[in-house]
């Protein structure tokens, strides 16, 4: 799973911070220390002296002076002098300030760096590339770009830690993603049960991309879970998705209603929904024809089965091979019907992953399952960590 995003990503990663370290390398040699110019000591000294010498001769003449007072006083006057020969010059503390000023800020100048946004929008782009390249949408490139470039140009960072700098910040921005309300399935049917009433679910998405299987899927970890479940065939339009549906059924040993092509998908529904509900099912799954937003007339009876059935939950199921256009189908059927969570079917044979890491963020919704095969058994809860190590994060 992922193999080639996993490859190309890390192998961009290390050459981004590598660059980022080697502009760090250049900082250091523009920034070599200047001999430090110890300020003013000369001429502090040299005013010192003059001073004193000064103070010694007015000290001189103003004994003379009072050469004939009183000697208790000329002492103590000595003394005073004294004292005021050994406080430091406020000059000589002030050039002292600076110089530590300056060597503490050189210091933390040549340990640490903060790149400026363009040399960061120039090494990022190798990065950016990566992640088109493994169909990562827009919206989220620009989201890790944006991560990214607040932690490399607004921040001081420190240059031993540049790499593991961009690993945290990449890991964090990308798990970020992730973040959904959490979804607990089993929880939620057991709830509705509680008041005698079937859970309604419709299975959404275009033709091909998994639908049926992965409703075949579902009924079989329902069923794990003791829960009881009746399959609606709502795609009377497709050929052969009828009796494709009665084989998984058959082989589920689970009741299936249908009626015949061409009839009304909501009617099929509305059915199915009544014989769980007369013998006490616990689960609905209803099939719907898979349509593309373009196809007018199965939009609007996509509509009708949504109005008449009322379902608890509508699971978009998307084709993460499909990367940019399971992400747009998404964001379609959510405007069309209002989505509630996500599966991606196929998951398995996706060398690139754009879609897991995109769909989520960009259509504000939760990845409930992944589809990891063909068999009944290959539906996983989606967890952002298998994701995240599937990537190599
Ligand atoms: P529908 O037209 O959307 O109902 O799609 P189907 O359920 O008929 O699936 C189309 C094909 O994809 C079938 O050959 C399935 O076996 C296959 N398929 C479905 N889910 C997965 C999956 O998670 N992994 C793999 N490898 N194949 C899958």
């Known amino acids: 799973m992922f193999e080639f995003f996993k490859k190309r990503f890390r192998k961009s990663v290390d050459k981004f911070s590598e660059e980022v370290e080697k502009e760090a390398e250049k900082e250091i040699k523009k920034e070599k220390p200047k001999k430090v110019k110890k300020p003013k000591e000369k001429e502090i000294k040299e005013k010192k002296a003059e001073k004193k010498k000064e103070?010694?001769?007015?000290?001189?003449?103003?004994?003379?002076?009072?050469?004939?007072?009183?000697?208790?006083?000329?002492?103590?006057?000595?003394?005073?002098?004294?004292k005021i020969t050994e406080e430091k010059e406020p000059e000589e503390e002030e050039a002292e300030?600076?110089?530590?000023?300056?060597?503490?800020?050189?210091?933390?100048?040549?340990?640490?760096?903060?790149?400026?946004?363009?040399?960061?929008?120039?090494?990022?782009?190798?990065?950016?590339?990566?992640?088109?390249?493994?169909?990562?949408?827009?919206?989220?490139?620009?989201?890790?770009?944006?991560?990214?470039?607040k932690e490399l140009t607004e921040k001081r960072i420190l240059r031993k830690n540049i790499e593991k700098t961009i690993e945290r910040t990449l890991k964090e921005s990308i798990n970020e993603l992730f973040e959904q309300e959490s979804f607990d399935l089993v929880k939620k049917i057991k709830e509705k049960n509680k008041s005698n009433e079937p859970y309604i679910i419709a299975m959404i998405g275009v033709n091909g991309s998994g639908k049926t299987t992965t409703l075949a899927k579902m009924a079989r970890m329902l069923q794990k879970e003791k829960l009881s479940v009746v399959l609606a065939a709502s795609d009377t339009f497709r050929a052969a998705s009828i009796e494709q549906l009665q084989k998984h059924a058959d082989r589920l040993k689970v009741k299936m209603i249908k009626h015949d092509y061409g009839?009304?998908?909501?009617?099929?529904?509305?059915?199915?929904?009544?014989?769980?509900?007369?013998?006490?099912?616990?689960?609905?799954?209803?099939?719907?024809?898979?349509?593309?937003?373009?196809?007018?007339?199965?939009?609007?009876?996509?509509?009708?089965?949504?109005?008449?059935?009322?379902?608890?939950?509508?699971?978009?199921?998307?084709?993460?091979?499909?990367?940019?256009?399971?992400?747009?189908?998404?964001?379609?059927?959510?405007?069309?019907?209002?989505?509630?969570?996500?599966?991606?079917?196929?998951?398995?044979?996706?060398?690139?992953?754009?879609?897991?890491?995109?769909?989520?963020?960009?259509?504000?919704?939760?990845?409930?399952?992944?589809?990891?095969?063909?068999?009944?058994?290959?539906?996983?809860?989606?967890?952002?960590?298998?994701?995240?190590?599937?990537?190599?994060?």
Request: glycine residues 4%; contains cysteine; aromatic residues 6%.
């Open 97 to 149: 300030e600076k110089k530590k000023g300056f060597v503490s800020k050189f210091r933390e100048k040549i340990s640490t760096i903060s790149l400026n946004e363009d040399k960061f929008e120039e090494l990022f782009w190798e990065l950016e590339v990566a992640l088109l390249e493994n169909n990562v949408a827009v919206e989220v490139v620009e989201k890790i770009k944006n991560d990214l470039k």
């Open 55 to 82: 103070e010694r001769k007015e000290t001189k003449e103003e004994k003379e002076k009072i050469k004939k007072e009183v000697e208790k006083k000329e002492e103590v006057k000595d003394i005073e002098q004294e």
């Open 263 to 393: 009839s009304d998908a909501a009617a099929v529904a509305y059915d199915a929904i009544e014989h769980a509900r007369s013998k006490n099912i616990d689960v609905v799954l209803i099939d719907t024809a898979g349509r593309l937003h373009s196809n007018k007339n199965l939009m609007q009876e996509l509509k009708k089965v949504i109005n008449v059935s009322k379902p608890d939950l509508k699971l978009f199921v998307g084709e993460s091979i499909t990367g940019n256009d399971c992400v747009e189908q998404a964001k379609i059927f959510n405007e069309m019907v209002g989505i509630d969570a996500i599966i991606l079917a196929k998951a398995d044979i996706d060398e690139k992953g754009g879609a897991a890491v995109s769909i989520s963020y960009v259509v504000k919704k939760p990845i409930l399952y992944i589809g990891t095969g063909q068999e009944y058994d290959d539906l996983e809860e989606f967890k952002p960590e298998i994701i995240m190590e599937n990537l190599g994060l």
